[in-house]
T-cell receptor, first 112, second 115 residues
């Protein structure tokens, strides 16, 4: 069935360094890949998304890359700041308007 | 506040009781989704509606769970004869399909604790 695997489960980086989170998906029909950030006790919030007709997308310090052949996609955060500390979820959907399959999350901690 | 809202935010109940949660989507969003999130995991899809029609239900949604969206606006999720395994955060999300930007916006969730 549909599955999204996410690594690592925890990540600690020095403030100012970069963080990379990687995901793989199983459903070859997936064509929409959102990333959500969830702070403790808060709702998941979309931070960036990418569609299958695009290989890379960037928004300020955040970038996502997609390799459809390998069914891999990644989140890159540069110049990390304390407020980047949160749990990040990758996700995949076969249609941008239908159900989303989430990864298990990466807890990112930024060390001062 | 024009975001997705959910009520109640917390619910504590005893095993065997019935509970009902409400979700109010962003105004004019035609799709509404329910997810369940347990500690340390990503949200798991339960069901979704387009307007008032329930289009898909997950196998996770047992016969004890029922969801409605009678007028295509707010939705309710009812759990009958609650079990301790039902303890989780129940998240609602909504989206608008016509514009091509089908981002799902999440509500704050209802945290259910079954004793």
């Amino acid at each position: 069935g549909e599955n999204v695997e996410q690594h690592p489960s925890t990540l600690s980086v020095q403030e100012g360094d970069s963080a990379v989170i990687k995901c793989t998906y199983s459903d070859s029909a997936s064509n929409y890949f959102p990333w959500y950030k969830q702070e403790l006790g808060k709702r998941p919030q979309l931070i960036i998304d990418i569609r299958s007709n695009v290989g890379e997308k960037k928004d300020q310090r955040i970038a996502v890359t997609l390799n459809k052949t390998a069914k891999h996609f990644s989140l890159h955060i540069t110049e990390t700041q304390p407020e980047d500390s949160a749990v990040y979820f990758c996700a995949a959907s076969a249609s941008s308007a239908s159900k989303i399959i989430f990864g298990s999350g990466t807890r990112l901690s930024i060390r001062p | 506040d024009t975001g997705v809202s959910q009520d109640p935010r917390h619910k504590i109940t005893k095993r065997g009781q019935n509970v009902t949660f409400r979700c109010d989507p962003i105004s004019e969003h035609n799709r509404l989704y329910w997810y369940r999130q347990t500690l340390g995991q990503g949200p798991e899809f339960l069901t979704y509606f387009q307007n008032e029609a329930q289009l898909e239900k997950s196998r996770l949604l047992s016969d004890r769970f029922s969801a409605e969206r009678p007028k295509g606006s707010f939705s309710t999720l009812e759990i009958q004869r609650t079990e301790q395994g039902d303890s989780a955060m129940y998240l609602c999300a909504s989206s608008w399909t016509a514009t091509g930007t089908d981002t799902q916006y999440f509500g704050p969730g209802t945290r259910l604790t079954v004793l």
